[in-house]
């Protein structure tokens, strides 16, 4: 893409001045002074899109990880569709990409180092997004042209090109961030312009790609990328987007509060989930009250017998714990069916529950505090909460895109299987700990804002938060696990503990299952016959009807390259 066309691209998202002169600019196209851009608003502009493109996916791969229920119809062809990607379609290529490039051409000439590479690292994991998610995706065309010739048609370039293509937008990242200034050029929500937070990120996610890679030889470079430098391995340095608590003008919260605290209904959140958090070890998960807000707490037996119309259990008339499909029990005894607690009320949908919406509103359990800025579940009191966003931290929450519990993780799972020399047991506790202390620290305030979590003052600590013993007990539980099993069942363990640190990250929880086969156990679908596996998203309806050589694939079950199990894996 020429500078003339960067310009004008420019001109069409904010409206600036900066190419009102364009004869100046093709005479000197390196010669931009800083008051001919708005810099700071197109830096702006690329981390919302950015950001958006991390909501996008979210319900997609969290529901086939299990870790949100699936609820769009009975099998994965009638749940899934090519235009559920046209949204992520377009904020990529038509919004971050021809943005991030215009920065790029407009600061890079200006010795605006550190502000370059952390759009170039935003660039990368983008794109090794959409690898992830469709295989082949336009690259080495995408934005080309000439502001007379655009391509409008590009080629797609091979997803293993375009993860290679990646690792070296971070390596390019990670020379320029080497001594740089932190920058002010424009308000950073994730780093606050620190360098070497957005360098310690470019070499953690070169990491991230190694172990995603692993069954295809990429997991050779895991102990030479944590051998070399700085990566994220503690909160402080976490890649999280920081939402507001603003309602209007703009609504700034999280999306998952948007969802479950205005007026309509929640989603359904999944009951395996839940049931996994909540009882499948014999004791609450203490992660689960930040993750949940029970609308309900007695909804089993007393909920069921006040209102049996608000329930669709597909094969009972209500919730009943001694009846399940075959198949569930064929995978565990102890398969949650129509409720994600029987003791406890987590009340979602199964997997792959399509079925009608009965008046279950009420009922519904939905986003707690962590991540989505909720409501904490004190285990007290019934409250509807679609109270028109006035409730808990009023959407103050967090996007979960890297955390240090997720390194620690992938380096317990890379050590597992002969990636990485380190002892994975330790690496395991280590990520638990992590993954405690961030959800924890919602208790109070939500990532330094000004926003309290609410907590009735009359309940004891016993009752609310998570204290250190009852954390404690979970961690020391889970090594007692480890320590037993074989190897499979370690890295059985590591998965299981993964997913659930992971909530609020639909993305690598997909990656996770699709990489390992595991955890194991996870739920069927409700339907004895839903279909094959998504194994990679349709390409979006936009692609393909708008794209003259591009062509959809020929199933949904055709894997990403990084993806070599069998197709019988666990799915």
């Known amino acids: 893409m020429n500078l003339l066309k960067k310009c004008l691209l420019v001109v069409s998202v904010l409206s600036v001045a900066a190419c009102a002169d364009l004869d100046e600019l093709l005479v000197n196209p390196n010669g931009v002074a800083p008051d001919q851009a708005d810099a700071s608003s197109l830096y702006n502009n690329i981390q919302l899109a950015f950001n958006d493109i991390q909501n996008d996916p979210y319900f997609f791969a969290a529901g086939l990880a299990r870790m949100d229920a699936e609820t769009g119809g009975f099998t994965y062809t009638a749940t899934h569709q090519p235009t559920e990607f046209d949204g992520m379609w377009g904020d990529f290529y038509a919004e971050f990409l021809p943005d991030a490039d215009a920065f790029i051409a407009l600061a890079e000439p200006l010795g605006q180092n550190a502000a370059v590479a952390s759009v170039k690292i935003m660039k990368a994991y983008g794109y090794m997004q959409f690898a992830d998610l469709f295989g082949d995706v336009p690259l080495t065309e995408a934005g080309q042209g000439n502001a007379e010739t655009p391509i409008t048609n590009p080629s797609r370039t091979p997803g ?41 990120l470019a070499r953690t996610l070169k990491l991230r790609n190694a172990v995603t890679t692993r069954l295809v030889g990429g997991g050779s470079a895991v102990q030479g990328i944590v051998d070399a430098g700085d990566i994220i391995d503690q909160n402080n340095e976490n890649f999280e987007w920081h939402y507001g608590a603003n309602r209007n003008n703009p609504n700034n919260r999280h999306p998952f509060y948007n969802d479950s605290y205005e007026e309509n209904d929640g989603v359904y959140q999944s009951n395996w989930y839940m049931w996994l958090m909540a009882e499948s070890k014999g004791f609450i998960d203490p992660r689960t009250r930040y993750y949940f807000f029970r609308q309900d707490k007695n909804i089993f037996p007393s909920a069921v017998q006040s209102d049996p119309n608000a329930f669709d259990c597909i094969f009972t008339a209500v919730p009943n714990p001694d ?175 993964y997913l659930i640190a992971l909530y609020g990250n639909g993305l690598e929880a997909y990656n996770l299952y699709r990489r390992t086969c595991l955890p194991m156990d996870v739920q069927p679908a409700i339907d004895p016959n839903p279909g094959s596996f998504i194994r990679s998203a349709l390409y979006p309806s936009v692609h393909i009807n708008r794209n003259l050589n591009a062509t959809q694939k020929g199933s949904f079950t055709e894997p990403v390259f990084w993806d070599t199990n069998d197709a019988s894996c666990n799915y």
């Open 160 to 200: 293993a090109e375009v993860y290679a293509a990646a690792n070296a937008m971070l390596d390019e990242a990670i020379a320029q961030l080497e001594g740089a200034d932190d920058f002010t050029v424009a308000f950073d929500n994730f780093y606050g312009g620190k360098a070497a937070d957005w360098q310690a």
């Open 323 to 497: 009846v399940i499909p075959p198949w569930y029990e064929a995978v565990s005894e102890d398969m949650p069916y129509c409720l994600g607690s029987y003791d406890l009320g987590y009340f979602g949908r199964d997997h792959l529950n399509g079925s009608g919406i009965p008046p279950d509103g009420q009922y519904r359990t939905v986003f707690g505090l962590y991540p989505a800025g909720g409501r904490y579940d004190d285990g007290q009191t019934n409250e509807v909460v679609q109270n028109a966003g006035t409730d808990g931290a009023l959407g103050a929450g967090i996007e979960p895109i890297w955390q240090a519990s997720f390194t620690h993780f992938i380096l317990a799972e890379a050590a597992l299987t002969g990636n990485y020399d380190a002892d994975a047991g330790e690496l395991l506790e280590k990520a638990m700990k992590l993954s405690f202390d961030r959800v924890t620290s919602f208790e109070s305030l939500v990532d330094g804002s000004e926003v309290i979590a609410t907590v009735p003052v009359t309940v004891t600590i016993a009752d609310t938060y998570a204290d250190d013993e009852s954390v404690e007990e979970y961690i020391d539980f889970v090594m007692d696990e480890y320590e037993s099993a074989d190897d499979t069942g370690k890295l059985a363990i590591v998965a299981r503990e």
